[in-house]
């Protein structure tokens, strides 16, 4: 069955202090890992496709990486306004759906 | 851009009511879902489709139907509410990049 579980649940920063959040993913056969960002009372807003093992993709203070077992989303010099639920989601080959972690609540201190 | 657009924002619902959320959507994706989001327990697919016509079952169908006439429109419908159908639920579509686009969420209450 497929797995997604990120780590940690929340996480307290202040602003400035940069820190990284895990997906990690048991999948048989990844066609793509997603990345979003949630706002309370909203939903979630797209932020990174990666579809293969070494692959990077960057948006002002957040890069997203990605390995065989699992994906990072690191927040360089966090402000405020990154204070979010950010969601990580795997999408496997020959299906469409996407299968949701519970997500890591981030608040950033001024 | 409307994007998805959920109707109505809250409701709530006594034991039993039956009741049917909206999604339109207005993107012309194929793919359409509902998910329901509860404390903890992240996104939980509830049911989806691929196009017009075809619908299948998520991780946790039971007590919901859907149906999909239109490529715009895939309502969800509680048969016979119970309180263990009281959380948030999003609507989204996608195309064939996996791109997911949700709606703002109804947050429903089952008293």
């Known amino acids: 069955e497929d797995q997604v579980t990120q780590s940690p649940e929340a996480l307290r920063l202040q602003e400035g202090e940069s820190s990284s959040l895990n997906c990690s993913y048991t999948?048989?056969?990844?066609?793509?890992l997603f990345w979003y960002r949630q706002d309370p009372g909203k939903g979630p807003e797209f932020l990174f496709t990666?579809?293969?093992a070494g692959e990077e993709k960057e948006k002002e203070r957040l890069k997203a990486t990605l390995t065989k077992k699992e994906s990072f989303l690191h927040i360089t010099a966090p402000k405020p306004e990154d204070s979010a639920t950010y969601l990580c989601?795997?999408?496997?080959?020959?299906?469409?759906?996407?299968?949701f972690g519970a997500g890591t609540t981030v608040t950033v201190r001024a | 851009n409307a994007g998805v657009t959920q109707t109505p924002k809250f409701q709530v619902l006594k034991t039993g009511q039956s009741m049917t959320l909206q999604c339109a959507q207005d993107?012309?994706?194929?793919?359409m879902s509902w998910y329901r989001q509860d404390p903890g327990m992240g996104l939980r697919l509830i049911h989806y489709?691929?196009?017009?016509?075809?619908?299948d079952q998520g991780e946790v169908p039971n007590g919901y139907n859907v149906s999909r006439s239109t490529t715009e429109d895939f309502p969800l419908r509680l048969l016979s509410a119970a309180p263990s159908q009281t959380s948030v639920y999003f609507c989204?579509?996608?195309?064939?990049?996996?791109?997911?686009?949700f709606g703002e969420g109804s947050r429903l209450t089952v008293l």
């Open positions: 999948v048989s056969g990844l066609r793509g």
């Open positions: 989204a579509s996608w195309d064939h990049t996996g791109e997911l686009f």
């Open positions: 489709s691929v196009g017009a016509g075809i619908t």
């Open positions: 993107m012309n994706h194929e793919y």
């Open positions: 989601a795997v999408q496997v080959a020959n299906d469409y759906k996407l299968s």
């Open positions: 990666l579809y293969s």
